[in-house]
C-alpha cells in the first residue's frame, strides 16, 4: 500500500466509511498513473487488475478521494472531466492540445505567488491550484 492508498484509508476510517480492495485499488491506480484518465480511462484500467469492479464503484471512490482532498477533476474544453491526485503544495498547470486531446501536466513555480496574490485580493483560499494552457501539441503541429 502506498502512502496516498494510506491517506485514502484513513479517511475512510475516520469518516466510517467501508474500507476495500477496489476502493484502495482505485486509489493506488490513480496515483500510479502519469496521464489525466477520464473515468472510462480509470475504469478500463482498472479492470486489468480488478475484473469484476463497476463503474459505479468507480465514480462513488472518485467522490470520496475528492471529498478527502485527495484528487481533483480537471475540466478542459474535450468535454470530458479528468482526474488527477491534488495536493494543496502542488503548483502546477496543464498544456492541452485542442487537436488530440492530450493533457501533459507542466510545473509553474513562479505563478505560485501571483496565484496566492489574487486569490488574497479576492478573499479566497486556495487548495489547489492547477491551470489550462491551450494549443497544439508537437505531434498535431505537423
Sequence with gaps: MNQYQEQFRDFMED?????????L??????????????????HDNLREIEPSVGQATVYRTLKLLKDAGLVMELRIDDGAT????????????????????????????????????????????????????YGLCPDCRI
Design 15 to 23: 469518516k466510517g466509511f467501508h474500507v476495500t480492495r477496489q476502493r
Design 25 to 42: 485499488s482505485i486509489a493506488g491506480l490513480l496515483s500510479e498513473m502519469e496521464s489525466h484518465p477520464t473515468i472510462d480511462e480509470l
Design 82 to 133: 479528468r482526474f488527477e491526485t491534488a495536493s494543496p503544495h502542488k503548483t502546477h498547470g496543464h498544456l492541452v492540445c485542442r487537436n488530440c486531446g492530450i493533457v501533459v501536466e507542466i510545473q509553474i513555480s513562479t505563478l505560485k505567488k501571483a496565484q496566492a496574490e489574487l486569490a488574497q485580493e479576492h478573499g479566497f483560499t486556495l487548495d489547489v491550484q492547477a491551470n489550462c494552457v
